[in-house]
């Protein structure tokens, strides 16, 4: 498995469970808080807040946010977040948008 869609697939695993998933902010703590997405303390993520979890540099997460991007109508990580943050969009549709991009990759992989 390619690393990309390794990330993509780690991406979706901690947002399998709706109380991991978020709106607002890209991460939160318990307390639902605003906190940085990679603190120890964050058990919630938004869509770009969990590519960003996961990542192992700015480089593979702009990577990891093109790869997002191909299978959606999104044009910008800006996009990608109002997706996430707008009032209609529900969990369910959240993870739909991880499993076509980790589909997309293994038709298509990209190079990071």
């Avoid at 869609?5 to 318990?30: H, I, Y």
């Avoid at 919630?44 to 997460?61: E, I, N, R």
């Amino acid at each position: 498995m390619g690393i990309l869609k390794q990330k993509l697939v780690d991406a979706r695993e901690l947002l399998s469970k709706p109380e991991n998933w978020t709106k607002g902010t890209r991460a939160r703590d318990f307390y639902r808080r605003s906190v940085d997405t990679k603190a120890p303390e964050a058990c919630q993520w938004c869509l770009l807040g969990a590519l960003d979890k996961v990542s192992d540099c700015q480089s593979q997460f702009v990577s990891l946010i093109r790869a997002m991007r191909t299978v959606s109508n999104a044009n910008s990580s800006t996009a990608l977040f109002t997706f996430n943050d707008r009032r209609s969009t529900k969990h369910a549709d959240v993870i739909a948008l991880f499993d076509r991009a980790i589909e997309s990759l293994e038709k298509n992989p990209l190079t990071p």
